[in-house]
């Protein structure tokens, strides 16, 4: 079965995310970290993707839907979370498509103030080996720029930056938040207050998830 998991840039569902595959052993599909891997790689699709994520727009659908399907068949019988997908309505509707083996059974959605996206996003700092997510004023780590986990680098993801930042919320409002009203008719939406801390965030999540598994 598949739960998708929405929400704004920095609504922290990356973090979410890791906890149900730690604590409920679900198999995270992000495809912001897929699209980053082919980056790293210097693939084709790294190539053409990075045009659109270094300015913060969304990748074409075209170029993402092989890595889906590819993560997708790669997971057997797991319990699959979608971290960032869909983005837009055609996103929700390919997925429609592809889901007759591992159906959406629920879709939550992270909601954030926008004041406090922009405090997170600003602040964010990423391990580029593991991709560990810090925060410079209230999760930094231990030493200066380096991971805690596993020493790697701790820098800005370019897309972090103050301008990118505006230019993915303003792609949120307009490409994604209308998959809210699809998930509301098709009976799957759930809305969770992502503000709160991480820990209250992960009981209110699996509070609805754990009916499903
Ligand atoms: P994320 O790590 O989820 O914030 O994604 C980083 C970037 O990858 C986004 O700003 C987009 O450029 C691209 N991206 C990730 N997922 C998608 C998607 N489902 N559709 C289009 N672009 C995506």
């Given at each position: 079965?598949?739960?998708?998991?929405t929400g704004a840039p920095g609504a922290g569902k990356g973090t979410q995310a890791d906890l149900l595959v730690s604590k409920r052993m679900f198999k995270k599909i992000s495809t912001g970290d897929a699209l980053r891997n082919q980056v790293r790689a210097g693939s084709e699709i790294g190539k053409k993707a990075n045009g659109y994520m270094s300015k913060g727009l969304l990748v074409p659908d075209d170029l993402l839907?092989?890595?889906?399907?590819?993560?997708i068949a790669g997971a057997a019988n797991d319990r699959i979370l979608?971290?960032?997908?869909?983005?837009?309505?055609?996103?929700?509707?390919?997925?429609k498509t592809l889901n007759s083996d591992f159906p959406v059974r629920v879709v939550v959605h992270l909601d954030v103030p926008e004041d406090e996206l922009v405090r997170r996003?600003?602040?964010?700092?990423v391990?580029?080996?593991?991709?560990t997510s810090y925060h410079v004023d209230t999760n930094p780590p231990k030493v200066a720029n380096?991971?805690?986990?596993?020493?790697?680098?701790?820098?800005?993801?370019l897309d972090d930056e103050e301008e990118k930042v505006k230019v993915r919320l303003k792609v949120f409002n307009s490409?994604?938040?209308?998959?809210?009203?699809?998930?509301r008719n098709e009976k799957l939406l759930r809305e969770i207050n992502g503000a709160e801390a991480t820990e209250s965030v992960f009981k209110s999540l699996t509070g609805i998830i754990d009916n499903f598994i």
């Amino acid at each position: 079965m598949i739960v998708v998991l929405t929400g704004a840039p920095g609504a922290g569902k990356g973090t979410q995310a890791d906890l149900l595959v730690s604590k409920r052993m679900f198999k995270k599909i992000s495809t912001g970290d897929a699209l980053r891997n082919q980056v790293r790689a210097g693939s084709e699709i790294g190539k053409k993707a990075n045009g659109y994520m270094s300015k913060g727009l969304l990748v074409p659908d075209d170029l993402l839907l092989g890595i889906l399907k590819a993560e997708i068949a790669g997971a057997a019988n797991d319990r699959i979370l979608l971290d960032g997908y869909p983005r837009n309505i055609a996103q929700a509707e390919t997925l429609k498509t592809l889901n007759s083996d591992f159906p959406v059974r629920v879709v939550v959605h992270l909601d954030v103030p926008e004041d406090e996206l922009v405090r997170r996003l600003s602040g964010r700092r990423v391990c580029g080996e593991c991709g560990t997510s810090y925060h410079v004023d209230t999760n930094p780590p231990k030493v200066a720029n380096v991971c805690d986990r596993c020493t790697g680098k701790v820098t800005q993801r370019l897309d972090d930056e103050e301008e990118k930042v505006k230019v993915r919320l303003k792609v949120f409002n307009s490409e994604t938040k209308p998959i809210l009203d699809f998930y509301r008719n098709e009976k799957l939406l759930r809305e969770i207050n992502g503000a709160e801390a991480t820990e209250s965030v992960f009981k209110s999540l699996t509070g609805i998830i754990d009916n499903f598994i």
